[in-house]
């Protein structure tokens, strides 16, 4: 199995069925179904807002420091066995905090479990960009006295009405304390949404970026400032915004020469950890060995924070 990357991760969205049963048994937390399997299958999604309902709702059994412990810790055992030896993993703290969860305890469980586990690991804290700009410098300010424990913000949750350029004052803010930069931008949105993110966020990578091949003076830009795209094939396909996999535009994105990514995005709800992103396109688009060491290299260049150990 090859080294890797893994450089769009969220870590709510590793939770799977069998640890949201564990954890509301362990909170007292009343679910509508105690039955893994029944979990599992309410996980047919027909757009992102479909997936996100679902996905806030499950957080619910998120409580103490040790439930996000044991969130990342196995994260990052099923990460090392699909050959992740760096993971740059976005966390999303106003889902939290809106439940009563503190931000210390968010980054007590999962700065530990990052420290624990021995592997390279870098938390990146996530905007909600359907909570606004307000909230955003809200919780930037609040995360501030945590400064050492995460390595950059980004911009994620319902994509299309809210723009990057909204959210131009708080990644200047971030910008202005050192942190590096990456948003969510043509997951359902257009190209136009790619554009804002590069010139008014300033963003170092581009989570998604599929619609961005829609535009060609946009694929020239990301090729010559080689910005990396973090593409996600399974979580495209879950989401809805490629028939198929067999219709993803992947490959046409390598063979732009653009700086692309394969990632898993939410694992525990579209079906596959990265490596099994790797052999789905391996065998669904018939990417070559080559193909795939080249997107493996890419994900440590394109990394932020990796320490060749
Ligand atoms: N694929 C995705 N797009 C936007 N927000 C998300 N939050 C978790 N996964 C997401
Ligand atoms: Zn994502």
Redesign the pocket.
């Known amino acids: 199995m090859r080294p890797k990357a893994e450089l769009h991760l ?1 870590i ?2 590793t939770l799977e069925p069998e640890l949201v049963v564990e954890l509301a048994r362990r909170n007292r937390i009343d679910l509508p179904t105690f039955d893994v399997e029944a979990i599992r299958a309410r996980y047919s999604f027909t757009n ?1 807002q479909s ?2 309902d679902v ?1 806030y709702e499950n957080m619910a059994v998120l409580r103490t420091e040790e439930d996000f412990y044991d969130l990342a810790a196995a994260y990052l055992r099923r990460a090392a066995e699909q050959g992740v030896r760096h993971a740059e993993i ?1 966390f ?1 703290p106003q889902a939290h905090l809106s439940r009563g969860v503190p931000l210390d305890v968010v980054f007590g469980g999962l700065s530990a479990a990052l420290k624990d586990s021995g592997l390279s690991a870098a938390l990146i804290l ?1 905007f909600l960009r359907d909570r606004g700009p307000e909230d955003a410098e809200q919780v930037l300010r609040a995360a501030l006295p945590y400064r050492e424990r995460f390595i950059g913000v980004g911009l ?4 299309v009405g809210y723009p990057p350029s909204l959210f131009r004052r708080v990644f200047d803010m971030a910008a202005a304390e050192g942190l590096r930069r990456v948003a ?1 931008a043509g ?2 949105g257009g190209p136009d949404y790619v554009w804002e993110a590069l010139d008014i966020l300033r963003v170092e990578r581009v ?2 970026g599929i619609r961005a091949m829609e535009d060609p003076q946009l694929v020239a830009r990301l090729r010559a400032e080689r910005i990396p795209l973090t593409v ?1 094939p399974l ?1 495209n396909v879950r ?1 809805r915004a490629v028939p198929s996999l067999r219709d993803h535009i992947l490959p046409a994105m390598l063979d732009e020469g653009l700086v692309v990514t394969v990632n898993s ?2 694992p525990a709800y579209f079906g596959g950890y990265v490596e099994d992103n790797y052999v789905a396109v391996k065998n669904e688009l018939g990417m070559t060995e080559s193909q795939l060491d080249r997107i493996a290299q890419n994900s440590f260049e394109a990394s932020f924070a990796y320490a060749n150990q």
Do not use: V
């Open positions: 969220h709510e969205g992102l997936f996100l996905y976005f999303d996530c994620d949750s319902a994509e969510h997951e359902e989570d998604h996600c979580s989401l995005d939410d």
